[in-house]
């Protein structure tokens, strides 16, 4: 939620475009592998975190897109998206669990991505 203030910050103060993102992490199961109730959990989470996200816009009349996908590896859905979307900047949070590391989502996006990344703490 850190990047997502951020993300409205920026899009009060500089008018930016934002597209939230929420991607639901099929941990490393192929779809047909994945029991149907874990799938269906999995993506509610990821649909709760992305609502959750827009009411934080909403409050403040700023409008955005939001896009929500599922993935194995989520850093290549943002990736994807980025390159489609042709974006200036990605916010993405930082799942790493000791200080001074990143998740493997943001040091992914970081590494591949076409354009630049903040990574929010």
Same mark, same amino acid.
């Given at each position: 939620?850190?990047?997502?203030?951020?993300?409205?910050?920026?899009?009060?103060?500089?008018?930016?475009?934002?597209?939230?993102?929420?991607?639901?992490?099929?941990?490393?199961?192929?779809?047909?592998?994945?029991?149907?109730?874990? /799938?269906?959990?999995?993506?509610?989470?990821?649909?709760?975190?992305?609502?959750?996200?827009?009411?934080?816009?909403?409050?403040?009349?700023?409008?955005?897109?939001?896009?929500?996908?599922?993935?194995?590896?989520?850093?290549?859905?943002?990736? /994807?998206?980025?390159?489609?979307?042709?974006?200036?900047?990605?916010?993405?949070?930082?799942?790493?669990?000791?200080?001074?590391?990143?998740?493997?989502?943001?040091?992914?996006?970081?590494?591949?991505?076409?354009?630049?990344?903040?990574?929010?703490?």
């Amino acid at each position: 939620m850190k990047a997502v203030e951020r993300g409205l910050e920026l899009a009060k103060k500089e008018g930016a475009k934002v597209t939230l993102m929420s991607v639901a992490y099929y941990a490393g199961l192929d779809d047909d592998e994945m029991p149907l109730n874990i /799938r269906d959990k999995l993506d509610a989470q990821a649909m709760d975190a992305l609502k959750k996200a827009k009411a934080l816009f909403d409050e403040k009349a700023i409008a955005v897109e939001t896009a929500m996908e599922a993935g194995i590896v989520p850093a290549n859905n943002i990736i /994807r998206k980025a390159e489609e979307g042709n974006f200036d900047l990605i916010l993405v949070g930082s799942s790493g669990l000791e200080r001074g590391l990143l998740g493997s989502t943001s040091t992914k996006v970081v590494s591949h991505a076409p354009c630049s990344v903040t990574v929010v703490r």
